[in-house]
């Protein structure tokens, strides 16, 4: 993932460009596309400091298991260790491919500039459909990906509260055995025993991930909707302008019929002309 220092860097960069594109398509009468454009690329950026978010608390669970591992045997959290690891390489993959996304959001906005200037408008709506079009299938990947992590995460959480079933279990038999000795009645244990507390903490921003994931497959489903809308508006301008080409050419081809109507008709003074001869 990109440190502190070049991703300041990498976002002075980007938002100069965005600046330039984002008034470029408000002078072009373009609010609704520009907050669609700036839409998007909120939600990547926003998602990507998320995603940091969770690898962070990644390596604090890994830190709590590391902890648990002293007093508990391996075979309890080494396969959770791996999956917590697991975790934290996929949601740095997915990082990585909104990096690609977000670069492809400059990108295109650079180029739709460049070809305002030298092209015009519809030069400029043409760079803009292809570039929304590269991004989805890129949408689509991390999309799947998202739903993938969740499921892994949704897994890992299951097999820590087993863990923690198990530790309960372990300390129900040990103390009842005791109380069975001394003539008492069985008793559970309670979950705020060391072993059994230390597992229910670990898997709560675990759960709280699962729920977290499911909001984010649910905001790249309206990124989806935010593009395909784009699309549509660039098209629905695009079509507006052909419109307005074709009403153009229909009023000078009406003006030039009209011109030469007018050539074909006498003149009122060669006419009149005419008239007084032939009566002499």
């Not at 002075?12 to 609704?32: A, I, R, W, Y």
């Not at 608390?57 to 007093?71: N, Y």
Request: aromatic share 4%; glycine share 6%; charged share 30%.
């Amino acid at each position: 993932m990109e440190t502190t220092e070049q991703n300041t860097k990498q976002v002075m960069e980007e938002s100069d460009v965005l600046k330039q594109f984002m008034e470029l398509l408000n002078q072009q009468n373009m609010k609704e596309q520009s907050q669609d454009f700036m839409g998007i690329f909120w939600y990547v950026a926003g998602m990507q400091v998320q995603l940091s978010a969770m690898v962070d608390e990644l390596q604090g669970v890994r830190e709590q298991l590391s902890q648990m591992q002293e007093h508990q045997p391996k075979p309890f959290t080494e396969k959770i260790m791996d999956n917590v690891a697991q975790l934290q390489e996929k949601i740095t993959s997915l990082s990585e491919r909104l990096t690609t996304v977000r670069k492809h959001l400059v990108e295109t906005a650079a180029q739709a500039v460049s070809a305002f200037k030298e092209k015009g408008k519809a030069e400029m709506c043409k760079v803009v459909r292809k570039g929304i079009s590269g991004m989805k299938s890129v949408l689509a990947d991390y999309r799947e990906r998202l739903v993938d992590v969740m499921m892994d995460y949704q897994k890992t959480a299951n097999q820590i509260d087993s863990i923690g079933d198990e530790l309960k279990q372990i300390g129900n038999s040990v103390s009842n055995v005791g109380r069975l000795l001394a003539g008492k009645g069985t008793k559970e244990v309670s979950d705020e025993k060391p072993g059994v507390g230390l597992t229910r903490a670990i898997n709560k921003p675990v759960k709280i991930a699962v729920e977290n994931l499911r909001k984010k497959i649910d905001a790249a489903d309206q990124a989806f909707e935010k593009l395909d809308r784009l699309s549509d508006r660039l098209e629905a301008g695009k079509e507006a302008e052909k419109g307005g080409r074709a009403s153009l050419k229909a009023k000078l081809s009406q003006m030039k019929a009209k011109t030469d109507q007018q050539k074909k008709a006498p003149e009122p003074d060669k006419a009149k002309t005419k008239s007084v001869a032939e009566c002499l």
